[in-house]
């Protein structure tokens, strides 16, 4: 049994020395930096959940592939009560760290590869299925992070990857050598990217025939000298780096990063689609899936920090015997309980792959992530309302602490007296953070665009939608031939 603690975690990553572009700077000491220690610490959360007794049997499941205990951040879902209990994982992920916790792009990715590789061997007689058991088995057994890589840059959105100026912008095979091949490009928006030992390239879009070279999967271990990565901004980040973090409103925080691979040598046993175009398709579809499923977690859990820092102002304020402010917290977890239902409903409506790994129920999958476009903003508007206009006015935690200033800040924002002045700070800091700062690329932005944007959610309910049933069952419903 090889699950690592949080502690195992950060020295294993820390290990890694990787190197990263930030803030106009290039440094080698990315553990070091406070923009990436919060997010760190999330990832953490989840190794450290694998040992905390009350948390256990939900994060330790017994690996498919080897028969060890594995962290179910890394299992292949064996059964609908296996994707159901991903959900109820990620949620308490999401209220424990109240981010994203960055580790479940690596599960999506390797489950979707898993039944891919399984469906393209048997129709193209490929050996991709057995290259990635034998891949993740070892992920497994290490108890490594993964990064799934899927968004390309795109360029120019009305031309197809070949007729590019620049053919990088999507990732493609560029070279073959003996016993490999070699990739270039970039991929955007990389969740968690930093914080991961391995990377899964996997293709953004469907390929088509002629477009070969960009139909490729393949793993790349992050501290490959090739692969060069610089920091994506979040708003407010920069208050990670003050000495005292009560402004930031959270100890925990995500991190996105662009990835660029310049010219990365893949050997052939990391290697599991090159060329097939008919299974990139087969495989975004998949991966977006899982990862549609998985905000139907995370994002409730988050939620769920937000309605309890909500209903927790309110009383502060003094506010939380008001008709109209219990409202709209119970709107709250109306909107997010709904969210959640869609995440359990397409587990729970999930069917065994040829691979024998367990798919979601993909329309629901798609109306669960549909909804979370939406409703996550809405719960932000009620947690503003709620909070009142000192969200956005509210003074440092320097000028607390301030000899002159400190004591005007106490008096002047006493509110309900069971709580100190400075409990009332934290929880303003924890929902400005979420509604309009650095959690909020989290909660709001990645809610709006990851794992797709919402017309990509659309155009699979359509697809999934079994609209020619329904309009059969009117026609036979009124009698119309
Ligand atoms: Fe996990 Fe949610 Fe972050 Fe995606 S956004 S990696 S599902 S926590
Ligand atoms: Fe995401």
């Given at each position: 049994m090889a699950l690592k603690t949080g502690k195992e975690y950060l020295e294993s990553v820390g290990q890694l020395g990787l190197e990263a572009h930030m803030l106009g700077k290039k440094t080698s000491e990315v553990n070091e930096s406070g923009l990436v220690k919060p997010s760190q610490k999330a990832v953490a959360f989840t190794f450290d959940a694998a040992h905390d007794p009350k948390t256990q049997e939900l994060f330790c499941v017994e690996s498919s592939l080897c028969g060890d205990v594995v962290n179910r951040f890394s299992h292949l879902h064996q059964s609908p009560q296996d994707l159901v209990n991903k959900v109820k994982m990620q949620r308490h992920c999401g209220l424990g760290?109240?981010?994203?916790?960055?580790?479940c792009v690596g599960m999506d990715a390797a489950n979707a590869i898993f039944s891919t590789t399984y469906d393209c061997d048997a129709k193209?007689?490929?050996?991709?299925h057995q290259r990635f058991r034998d891949y993740w088995t070892w992920i497994q057994q290490k108890d490594l992070v993964v990064d799934g890589a899927m968004t390309d840059?795109?360029?120019?959105?009305?031309?197809?990857p070949k007729d590019q100026?620049?053919?990088?912008l999507f990732v493609r095979v560029k070279e073959r050598r003996p016993g490999g091949i070699v990739i270039s490009g970039a991929k955007l928006h990389q969740t968690g990217m930093l914080n991961s030992h391995e990377i899964l390239v996997m293709p953004t879009m469907t390929m088509r025939e002629g477009e070969e070279a960009w139909a490729v999967c393949c793993a790349v271990p992050t501290?490959?000298?090739?692969v060069r990565y610089i920091y994506g901004r979040q708003a407010?980040?920069?208050?990670?780096?003050?000495?005292?973090?009560?402004?930031?409103?959270?100890s925990f925080g995500g991190q996105e990063v662009m990835t660029v691979f310049e010219d990365v040598f893949v050997p052939d046993e990391r290697v599991?689609?090159?060329?097939?175009v008919d299974f990139s398709g087969i495989l975004v579809e998949r991966f977006a899936s899982y990862h549609r499923q998985s905000y139907g977690g995370c994002k409730v859990g988050v939620g769920d920090a937000l309605i309890g820092a909500t209903a927790l102002i309110a009383q502060m304020n003094g506010v939380a015997g008001a008709s109209h402010i219990k409202d709209k917290i119970v709107e709250m977890i109306h909107l997010n309980e709904t969210i959640y239902s869609c995440g359990i409903a397409c587990s729970a409506e999930g069917q065994a792959t040829a691979s024998g790994n367990y798919l979601v129920n993909l329309l629901l999958a798609n109306v669960c992530k549909l909804n979370v476009t939406r409703f996550p903003y809405e719960l932000a508007r009620l947690a503003t309302d709620v909070a009142g206009g000192l969200l956005g006015t509210l003074p440092s935690a320097a000028d607390l602490n301030d000899p002159v200033a400190g004591p005007y800040i106490e008096k002047y924002l006493a509110?309900?007296?069971?709580?100190p002045v400075v409990d009332r700070m934290k929880v303003l800091r924890l929902i400005e953070n979420l509604v309009a700062g650095a959690g909020a690329v989290g909660y709001l932005i990645e809610s709006m665009h990851?794992?797709?944007?919402?017309t990509a959610q659309r155009i699979m309910i359509g697809r999934q939608a079994g609209l020619d049933q329904k309009i059969e069952g009117v026609k036979n419903l009124l009698n119309i031939a």
């Open positions: 760290t109240a981010c994203c916790f960055q580790r193209h007689g490929t050996d991709y840059p795109k360029g120019d959105r009305g031309k197809r100026l620049d053919p990088d501290n490959d000298q090739n407010s980040d920069t208050r990670k780096l003050e000495a005292d973090l009560m402004d930031v409103g959270n599991f689609l090159d060329g097939e509110a309900n007296p069971d709580y990851g794992a797709g944007p919402p």
